[in-house]
């Protein structure tokens, strides 16, 4: 008999880059071990490679690949179960680039399962931490077409041609799969993705790693990738607001909110048909389900099973989540 569902936690994978730097452990007092620094941590992945292990509770250390076998639709909900099965659908990470990660694009759901059997990677970004003046990469800052792109790569004339945009703590960037970006040195940000490791390496600044070595890239695997239309606005618009739930980010891949709240509120997710990932990026708050307190803190991740309709999320100094599912 299967064990009821609750508020589910996993263990942190910690991914040392050649870009990453300490603010996981500094910032968000996550350690990081021995590793020489931490650029990524992968909170809730269903990426074969990497699938989370749960933390805590009767299910501990099941993966998650192991409960949705076993759960199914009781924890994506019957949509999500019926179009991904098996595989979780979403990726949470956090990223701190120490220095500017490469110029890079991903592929659409098309190309990704042409080329690897694979989703696509459409993601977001909403920057929880910068270092003054902090910059990132999205898209292009003039109209773009592929022979054009061309003659500025094969110049060493790519950065005039990308758009950069400051950005600064509560910033949000959607990125839809195709457009070139990278995330620039000095960002702490916490990143919602679809289920894909696919990345294609533009540039990489003539880095070398720790052998002396530059790392790969993937010059003609990115040309039918990206997308070439210029946007005149890259940066998310939005009117962030105390104790009130600001839809941030809305796509068929998942639909990202920000709650920055005062005091302690109530959830109502019934008229949902998918779990629910709340992002702590700052503050602490317990959720309260049937009878049983589950503590988050900032730097935390949980994972709400779609049988979980309502709860509590009790504060005594506030907290601020993102909150993502599939509508």
């Given at each position: 008999m299967s064990k009821t569902l609750y508020p589910l936690k996993f263990k942190t994978i910690f991914k040392d880059k050649i870009w990453g730097g300490q603010k996981i452990r500094t910032y968000l007092h996550k350690d990081f071990g021995n590793l020489p620094n931490c650029g990524?941590?992968?909170?809730?992945?269903?990426?074969?490679?990497?699938?989370?292990?749960?933390?805590?509770?009767?299910?501990?250390?099941?993966?998650?690949?192991?409960?949705?076998?076993?759960?199914?639709?009781?924890?994506?909900?019957?949509?999500?179960y019926k179009h991904f099965g098996n595989i979780f659908p979403l990726l949470v990470k956090f990223i701190d680039a120490n220095e500017d990660l490469s110029i890079q694009v991903h592929p659409n759901d098309e190309l990704a399962k042409k080329r690897h059997n694979s989703f696509g990677k459409t993601e977001m970004w909403y920057i929880i931490e910068s270092d003054p003046g902090s910059t990132l990469i999205a898209g292009f800052n003039q109209e773009m077409d592929e022979q054009k792109y061309l003659e500025k790569f094969n110049s060493g004339h790519l950065m005039d041609v990308l758009n950069r945009e400051t950005a600064n703590e509560g910033d949000v960037f959607f990125l839809p799969a195709g457009r070139v970006h990278t995330i620039g040195a000095g960002l702490l940000l916490a990143e919602i993705q679809q289920t894909s490791d696919i990345t294609y390496r533009i540039y990489d600044f003539d880095r070398v790693d720790a052998n002396?070595?530059?790392?790969?890239?993937?010059?003609?695997?990115?040309?039918?990738?990206?997308?070439?239309?210029?946007?005149?606005?890259?940066?998310t618009q939005y009117n962030p607001e105390k104790d009130e739930t600001v839809q941030l980010v809305s796509c068929p891949y998942f639909t990202t909110s920000v709650l920055d709240a005062t005091h302690s509120t109530g959830k109502d997710y019934s008229n949902l048909d998918s779990f629910v990932i709340q992002v702590c990026l700052a503050g602490a708050y317990t959720i309260k389900y049937n009878g049983e307190s589950y503590p988050v803190k900032m730097g935390e991740c949980i994972l709400l099973p779609k049988t979980i309709d309502n709860i509590e999320l009790e504060t005594e100094g506030g907290f601020k989540i993102l909150e993502s599912f599939i509508a």
């Open positions: 990524e941590t992968w909170e809730i992945s269903g990426v074969k490679s990497d699938v989370s292990i749960v933390h805590g509770g009767a299910l501990d250390g099941e993966s998650l690949a192991d409960l949705l076998e076993q759960y199914g639709a009781d924890l994506v909900g019957e949509k999500v002396g070595h530059k790392r790969e890239l993937h010059t003609q695997e990115a040309l039918a990738a990206i997308d070439y239309k210029y946007y005149g606005n890259y940066k």
